[in-house]
């Protein structure tokens, strides 16, 4: 661990994931899957769980050595394969109750010069292969959450002109302070700021809107909204009934947005970093839901890659509101990982919605959920399409107009 990382913060970010985060209940079985850089703050995770009487923890990790070794030695048809049988054992861990938690800390431009092909074949293996685990997830079923890690590839990114240690230390102090983690009491903390979003919750729930309409620079956008559409935010009890904290940080609502009631343009507000490449200035027209036209300006054929992934990858699946006034906003950093830099901006994602998004979501098929609005995917791929430029309303049944944001804030 570099000396530049808090070890005292690390601690606290460890503890906070461990009882606020996924809240793990005793006896109960945590998964985790990190960066193998990220091993200092996955043996604080433990310590924790255990504290906590949790059952058996169980790291999976990666390395992004072992990861560039296969893209630079191993033979063609490797790219179209994934673990099956690594998803399908987390799948029956969650079946069996586990709980789980992914540690995020890569390098984000780790895959950046290698064949974009390949990258976007493996990239769709490893999601089908997935799926079994990730359903769970998807589905709300049990209580997870993600957290993050200052790598030290990844610190370099965010702060290039910087001493390698040094830049650990900033990106562990940013870190520390999107994920509320200051003061005498964090959880308290996220107890304050959990109520602040359910009451945007409540307002967004009890209006009932039809659609959004986004305006702004490159952005005119009317957004349908699924029936039976339930926005969320904050901690929320997985069907399991333990209420935890899918992300840390958090700023956003969000909702499933209707996959065939898209239509109009947008464009991004911050870069994507997707699959060790980083997609900028992501410009896109939707027509009935689908993404008929996509331009960027650095990234563009990694883009078109995930647009064809499935039939779902070219509509969206999720919408988020986040104030433009956010503390990652205000910072100011763009930290080329989605876990921040969705904090810091309104989004849309590509791809599978949350079936609990929808009401009674949990209890529907996919061809239901289908015939509410609600997309489905192999992929979710969040990104950022908000700013102190952007304005939306929300539009009734009845057609009415109701200001929800003005110049990125709420109204």
């Given amino acids: 661990m570099s000396d530049h990382i808090d070890p005292a913060k690390l601690d606290r970010l460890a ?68 673990p099956n049988w690594l998803f399908e054992g987390m799948a029956a861990a969650f079946k069996g109750g586990a709980a789980r938690m992914a540690i995020t800390g890569d390098d984000p431009m780790l895959l950046a010069d290698q064949d974009p092909e390949k990258v976007a074949r493996l990239s769709k293996a490893t999601s089908i292969a997935a799926k079994p685990a990730m359903d769970p997830i998807v589905g709300f079923e049990v209580n997870w959450n993600i957290v993050a890690y200052p790598g030290a590839a990844w610190a370099s990114r965010v702060y290039p002109d910087l001493p390698v240690e040094e830049a650990q230390g900033k990106l562990m102090d940013a870190i520390y302070a999107a994920s509320r983690l200051d003061g005498d009491d964090p959880v308290a903390n996220w107890a304050e700021h959990t109520a602040t979003l359910k009451e945007r919750v409540n307002w967004l729930n009890d209006h009932n809107f039809s659609a959004l309409h986004y305006t702004g620079p490159g952005t005119d956008l009317h957004l349908g909204l699924a029936d039976g559409h339930i926005w969320k935010g904050g901690a929320s009890p997985a069907l399991n009934g333990v209420v935890c904290q899918p992300n840390i940080p958090t700023e956003e609502v969000f909702t499933c947005p209707h996959a065939y009631k898209v239509d109009g343009t947008v464009a991004a ?143």
């Fill in 15 to 82: 503890e906070v994931a461990v009882r606020t985060g996924v809240n793990l209940q005793p006896g109960q079985d945590l998964v985790i899957t990190a960066p193998m850089a990220a091993l200092p703050l996955v043996r604080r995770i433990a310590v924790h769980a255990y504290k906590a009487g949790g059952g058996i923890v169980t790291p999976f990790f990666n390395d992004d050595a072992i990861t560039l070794a296969r893209y630079e030695n191993a033979p063609d048809e490797s790219f179209d394969r994934a």
């Fill in 269 to 411: 507000t911050k870069p994507l970093a997707h699959q060790g490449s980083v997609i900028e200035n992501i410009a896109v027209r939707f027509e009935a839901g689908r993404i008929v036209e996509a331009t960027a300006t650095k990234g563009a054929d990694v883009l078109n890659a995930l647009l064809k992934t499935d039939d779902g990858a070219s509509r969206i699946g999720e919408v988020a509101l986040v104030p433009h006034s956010s503390p990652i906003s205000q910072s100011g950093t763009l930290f080329f990982n989605t876990l921040f830099d969705e904090n810091a901006s309104c989004h849309i994602a590509l791809g599978q919605c949350y079936a609990d998004t929808i009401e009674g979501g949990s209890d529907l098929s996919p061809e239901e959920i289908k015939q509410k609005g609600g997309n489905q995917s192999i992929i979710h791929v969040d990104w950022m399409m908000g700013s102190d430029a952007v304005d939306i309303d929300g539009i009734t049944k009845t057609g009415e107009r109701v200001p929800v944001m003005r110049s990125g804030e709420w109204a």
